[in-house]
């Protein structure tokens, strides 16, 4: 396949898995990974690609820009096969904009990994490139179930979402508060407009109970999917065997077949290098993003 082509949509329900250009036929759903990259992150965003390539390239994969800063990032989608997105995120950029106004919050744009609700998709899993990707994605789809499972997330995230005001809102209580560097679902259950239509009855809340400290995407996921009533589900609760674990720091880690296992001997679909200050070098997982990004980078000098 040239990398100047699409990517054919991809179905697990295909025979063999059988690939084939967007379908309308019956029985098949459009599955997809959506992500968000620039050229200042270009040393996350090939290694990334590179693992996607050696583990999931069967499944099309949707580049969102972050910015204008996207020479380097238009040349990797190219490389890669990836479907760059062009359509300019007017109703994101908006709603950034306005919760979270002013020179010192140009963070706000790591709102544009919502545009992955508009996709062309039957559900996607959008992903963080701060990431590499160990197994095939394909078990992970096909799970979502109104009223039940409508929103798939890896990991949770006790700190970093709400503060301590929280407990004023019924609705804010025993829910899951979860990472959003992962998360898989469909526009059937989540869409753009929700998350619009959220802000403008309950941005008072959410301001009230978010935590500050240059979050901005992960404590507005949340507050959406909670305030909305969205059924939240732990990865390991519905794939088989799936752990919940993708956390670089992780303790207790081995590798067989070049796969990580958690220590439970559970599956590691992929592993996050969440708020790292530098590239990884000596951690259990670095080893893995090391070939990755050589790799990467010997193709992208080609």
């Given at each position: 396949m040239s990398p100047h082509q699409p990517k054919p949509t991809y179905s697990p329900s295909m025979e063999n898995g059988a690939q084939g250009g967007a379908s309308t036929e019956v029985g098949r759903r459009r599955y997809g990974v959506a992500i968000v990259g620039n050229d200042k992150i270009i040393d996350w965003l090939l290694p990334f690609l590179e693992s996607y390539r050696a583990t999931n390239s069967a499944l099309p994969i949707y580049l969102i820009p972050y910015d204008d800063n996207i020479v380097q990032t238009r040349r990797a989608a190219e490389i890669y096969g990836a479907h760059f997105v062009e359509e300019e995120p007017k109703e994101i950029d908006k709603l950034a904009n306005e919760l979270y106004p002013g020179f010192f919050n140009n963070n706000r744009r790591r709102l544009r990994k919502l545009q992955a609700l508009a996709l062309p998709l039957d559900e996607v899993a959008y992903v963080d490139v701060d990431v590499i990707l160990f197994r095939d994605f394909t078990p992970i789809f096909g799970r979502l179930e109104a009223g039940k499972t409508e929103f798939i997330v890896a990991s949770p995230s006790?700190?970093?979402?709400?503060?301590?005001?929280?407990?004023?809102?019924?609705?804010?209580?025993?829910?899951?508060?979860?990472?959003?560097?992962?998360?898989?679902?469909?526009?059937?259950?989540?869409?753009?407009?929700?998350?619009i239509e959220t802000m403008a009855n309950d941005a008072g809340i959410f301001h009230d109970v978010r935590k500050r400290g240059q979050l901005f995407a992960q404590p507005l996921v949340n507050f959406v999917t909670h305030r909305r009533g969205i059924k939240i589900a732990l990865l390991p609760n519905v794939v088989e065997n799936a752990s919940h674990e993708s956390?670089?720091?992780?303790?207790?880690?081995?590798?067989?077949?070049?796969?990580?296992?958690?220590?439970?001997?559970?599956?590691?679909?992929?592993?996050?290098?969440?708020g790292a200050t530098a590239l990884p070098s000596s951690g259990t997982f670095d080893p893995a993003w090391t070939e990755y990004s050589k790799a990467a980078w010997a193709r992208f000098g080609k």
């Amino acid at each position: 396949m040239s990398p100047h082509q699409p990517k054919p949509t991809y179905s697990p329900s295909m025979e063999n898995g059988a690939q084939g250009g967007a379908s309308t036929e019956v029985g098949r759903r459009r599955y997809g990974v959506a992500i968000v990259g620039n050229d200042k992150i270009i040393d996350w965003l090939l290694p990334f690609l590179e693992s996607y390539r050696a583990t999931n390239s069967a499944l099309p994969i949707y580049l969102i820009p972050y910015d204008d800063n996207i020479v380097q990032t238009r040349r990797a989608a190219e490389i890669y096969g990836a479907h760059f997105v062009e359509e300019e995120p007017k109703e994101i950029d908006k709603l950034a904009n306005e919760l979270y106004p002013g020179f010192f919050n140009n963070n706000r744009r790591r709102l544009r990994k919502l545009q992955a609700l508009a996709l062309p998709l039957d559900e996607v899993a959008y992903v963080d490139v701060d990431v590499i990707l160990f197994r095939d994605f394909t078990p992970i789809f096909g799970r979502l179930e109104a009223g039940k499972t409508e929103f798939i997330v890896a990991s949770p995230s006790f700190e970093y979402v709400y503060n301590d005001r929280r407990g004023a809102y019924p609705f804010l209580r025993d829910v899951l508060l979860f990472n959003d560097g992962f998360w898989v679902t469909s526009n059937k259950y989540l869409k753009l407009s929700d998350f619009i239509e959220t802000m403008a009855n309950d941005a008072g809340i959410f301001h009230d109970v978010r935590k500050r400290g240059q979050l901005f995407a992960q404590p507005l996921v949340n507050f959406v999917t909670h305030r909305r009533g969205i059924k939240i589900a732990l990865l390991p609760n519905v794939v088989e065997n799936a752990s919940h674990e993708s956390f670089y720091k992780a303790p207790g880690i081995r590798f067989v077949d070049g796969k990580p296992l958690d220590p439970d001997g559970k599956e590691i679909y992929f592993c996050h290098w969440a708020g790292a200050t530098a590239l990884p070098s000596s951690g259990t997982f670095d080893p893995a993003w090391t070939e990755y990004s050589k790799a990467a980078w010997a193709r992208f000098g080609k």
